[in-house]
DNA sequence: GTCCAGGTCGCGC
DNA sequence: GCGCGACATGGA
């Protein structure tokens, strides 16, 4: 029996242990997110791809699961490159987190039993929480197709990429955002009136006034935590909710239309909902709401 | 041309 | 606290 302490690294090659039951393909699709660039899903071989900026430069990494996780990257990494590069993909496959008190209340529903297993009930992340505040306003009052093509532009526009291929750039760090500024974005990212909220929240973290990353396992309490997020410009309820889930906070839902439709068609004959309506129908799930409606099924 | 999309913000009451 | 319109962008 072959056992992998983790990272073990052969040239460009990463594994990595993952808990049981964990599907890749599931925990991808679980949410939009691996649509977003510089995440890639390719259906055909089951591969998320990635492009990163490690230590050592821009590195293109394809992430499989013949039996456990497998990360190949473009070029020889150092041993610095495959630990970052580890600790980034743990964090966005959510590789530690506990849910099992949520697989066993879900074990009593059968059809939410089902919806639930491809995923384990983990949606996809981003490595760093700068990145996921960025998209999700980026979701915000507008179609998935322009969501989908504002972050395109962001990363093609902003990205860093290895010398002498611009196809593949990661996402740009708050920095890189910064410094590009207002005309850049308004003229070429094109976030409409997102650009503001955008530009500040990379300003405030290149600036060193604002540190989102230190929110990310923090053990601060959730609603104190609901408050920093929701300070953060352009991020109102629907974002922190969005935001929490990401953290790994379930308890509250991200009321916007969709929650609303959903509520309505399932619970209510089509009839209109109040926010008291939807709150009502997920109560009962306490910290774990959220997944209790994303997984609802129809 | 008009409407609106997985909202948010600032205003007036 | 609550209701209302404006807000950039691009597709229907």
Known sequence: MVCYDTPLVTYGLIRLQTPPGFRLSGVATAHGWHALAPYRWDAETGTLHRIEELPGGVTHLQITQPDTILVRADRTLTSADAREAERRLRWSLRLEEDLSEFHALCASDQALCEAVRPSGGRLLRCPTLFEDVIKVVLTTNTTWTQ??????????TLGAHAPGDPSLRAFPPPEAVAVAGEI???EQIRLGYRNTSVLRIAEDVAEGKLDLEALKDSDLPTPELRKRLLALPGVG???????LMILGRYDELGIDTELRSHVSRKYFNGEAVSEKDMRAVYEHWGQWRYLAYWFDPQ
């Open 147 to 156: 969501t989908k093509a504002m972050a395109a532009r962001l990363v093609a």
């Open 184 to 186: 850049v974005l308004k």
């Open 237 to 243: 309820p629907y974002a922190t909710a969005t935001l």
